[in-house]
């Protein structure tokens, strides 16, 4: 594995696509129950941000989309990485406040972490991490498990002293931390996003998964194959994943990248700044350059 070339240290998730039956549905919850503002809509596709400038979710609504089969390839959940524990709380208290059910609180050792469904059943994650210097490692990898949040004791964090009012939009700090995909094959998964793409290994410890990352993070995309080994990719009307987005840090870096794909005999496709391929599960992954903060037209005035 010594000539393999690591992604760069400092790349990172962008924005996944999401594909949703009903647009006017998706964006209430997103923007009513999580906090997100509408930067751009035109026709059935939404961009959504937490700060007014920077693309954090797309959305494209088809109307006659079907729900995503279970046992079949695609999104787990996409994780939206709050910047403080305040602010998780007060993700917490949104939730509470609109009588949004939680599928699960869970406390990772590095991340404490919400998990609910959008009204289309696309997997959400609302997390915050524990800062570096407390994670532990065993055997060299990072350290993490699943164990019951403290929910009290994370909404004691919005106490007047230690917060501020709980219906807050979205921290402007909000971004996308992570992806966790449904895939059939975890070696095959590994090849191409390690192999290929050159994302580390950080944890092999859950059963059936697999946690990658750039630049020493926890994990940057999750790959599991809960779904069914040899899981077949859902059809091309279901809600679900679209793409999600890998950012690296220059121009230089996304031409390397690229053009060590064409030499391992994968063509990825020219989009607008970026390139659009699929990962051995079918799953659809978008590459760009970190240009900065994406600003798009001006926000739409809003109702209310």
């Not at 393999?4 to 996944?16: D, E, Q």
């Not at 996003?193 to 580390?200: D, P």
Request: aromatic content about 6%; overall charge negative.
């Amino acid at each position: 594995m010594s000539d393999l070339v690591p992604i760069p240290l400092n790349t990172r998730l962008g924005a996944p696509a999401l594909t949703i039956a009903r647009l006017d549905r998706s964006l209430a919850f997103y923007r009513d129950v999580l906090g997100f503002r509408l930067l751009q809509q035109e026709g059935d596709r939404a961009e959504l941000t937490a700060d007014g400038a920077t693309v954090v979710l797309e959305l494209t609504g088809i109307p006659d989309a079907r729900p995503k089969p279970p046992r079949t390839t695609g999104l787990y959940h996409f994780a939206i990485l709050v910047p403080t524990r305040i602010m998780l709380a007060r993700s917490l208290r949104r939730l509470i406040d609109a009588r949004y059910p939680l599928q699960g609180a869970s406390d990772h050792l590095v991340s404490e972490a919400l998990y609910l469904a959008d009204p289309d059943g696309n997997g959400i994650e609302i997390y915050a991490d524990r800062p570096r210097d407390q994670w532990r490692y065993q055997h060299g990898k990072i350290a993490m498990a699943t164990e019951p949040l403290d929910l009290d004791d994370l909404l004691a964090q919005l106490s007047p002293t230690r917060g501020g009012a709980a219906d807050e939009m979205l921290d402007p700090a909000t971004r996308i931390g992570h992806v966790h995909l449904h895939v059939g094959d975890l070696a095959a998964a590994e090849a191409f996003y390690c192999g290929l793409l050159g994302f580390e290994v950080m944890q092999r410890d859950y059963p059936g998964a697999l946690f990658v990352s750039a630049g020493g993070y926890h994990h940057h995309i999750g790959l599991n194959v809960w779904a069914g080994v040899g899981a077949p990719p859902p059809p091309p009307n279901a809600v679900g994943l679209r793409y999600f987005t890998i950012v690296l840090p220059t121009d230089g870096d996304l031409t390397a990248l690229i053009e060590r794909l064409r030499a391992a005999g994968v063509s990825p496709d020219r989009e607008g700044p970026g390139w659009r391929l699929l990962d051995p599960a079918k799953n659809g992954v978008r590459l760009i350059a970190d240009h900065g903060r994406r600003t798009s037209r001006p926000i739409p005035q809003e109702p209310g």
